[in-house]
């Protein structure tokens, strides 16, 4: 299982950014260590799942949603508009692209919200 072994070497990460002596520092104030490097952890997914897209193999899965994805076509990523019907598309001009030319597709990444200002 693929994410079992990311979550080994994070928390091996982990471990080795803190030594014995801030552990023990830790367990003396009473914090709570495992509920930390869950917090870390679930941030870290979190992080990566904006990030780093998972790619799909065009010839064996197609998207469910019409929207806007990114693509492979001739080994180019590029964005492009699935409708069901249809298949992809040029997101502004409208025109078929040609699905045989295309590889591999991921979901559109989230754009970053914005944030309220601070009241200081």
Not at 6 to 30: G, K, P, V
Not at 55 to 74: A, E, L, R
Request: aromatic share 16%; proline share 5%.
């Amino acid at each position: 299982m693929e994410i079992q072994k990311e979550r080994e070497a994070f928390e091996a990460w982990f471990d080795s950014r803190y030594d014995a002596h801030f552990m023990q520092f830790a367990l003396d104030l009473d914090m709570y260590i495992d509920k930390h490097t869950q917090t870390c952890w679930e941030a870290w997914q979190a992080a990566k799942a904006q990030t780093v897209p998972e790619w799909f193999d065009y010839t064996k899965q197609s998207p469910q949603m019409d929207g806007n994805y990114q693509i492979f076509i001739k080994g180019e990523q590029i964005t492009a508009k699935w409708v069901s019907r249809f298949g992809f598309s040029d997101p502004i001009e409208g025109d078929a692209l040609r699905q045989e030319l295309i590889t591999h597709w991921a979901m559109q990444p989230q754009s970053p919200k914005a944030q309220e200002p601070a009241n200081d």
